[in-house]
């Protein structure tokens, strides 16, 4: 049974019939898409890495892996504020803030479920100095 030898010595060049470099051009684009995409960390290193994994199964053959990654910048994080407080049952809830909307009636919403709560009677009201000992 003949042997199917490459003809070229083994090289990064003809690693895997060329697989190595088109994996190492894939995740290079990758970063460089990355480094132009205006939410990504603008200044944040970027890394490419081909690792081959030689796993010898005799002395004289081996298997070959060929893994490529990279490590991308993050997003740049997004800010936003937010006005937090409770509903007629208590639970907490917020609404995001947007200085290009109107205001939000957030104080009388507080208000009107304050008020709904207090007529259905499950809230006493105290005055200043009063004491339920």
Do not use: W
């Not at 895997?16 to 894939?26: K, L, Q, T």
């Not at 298997?63 to 490529?68: A, G, Q, Y």
């Not at 207090?118 to 809230?123: A, I, P």
């Amino acid at each position: 049974m003949p042997l199917n030898i490459s003809e070229k010595k083994l090289s990064l060049a003809n690693l895997g019939g060329g697989a190595a470099i088109e994996r190492f051009d894939d995740e290079l684009q990758r970063v460089l898409d990355n480094i132009a995409d205006p939410n990504s960390i603008e200044t944040a290193p970027r890394e490419v890495t081909l690792k081959v994994k030689i796993k010898p199964k005799e002395r004289s053959y081996a298997k070959l892996d060929i893994v490529c990654s990279s490590k991308l910048a993050t997003a740049e994080p997004y800010s936003t504020n937010a006005y937090i407080g409770a509903d007629i049952k208590g639970r907490a809830e917020a609404y995001e803030h947007s200085p290009e909307q109107m205001r939000l009636q957030f104080e009388q919403r507080q208000q009107e479920q304050q008020e709904q709560t207090e007529e259905s009677g499950n809230v006493t009201k105290l005055r200043k100095g009063d004491s339920t000992k």
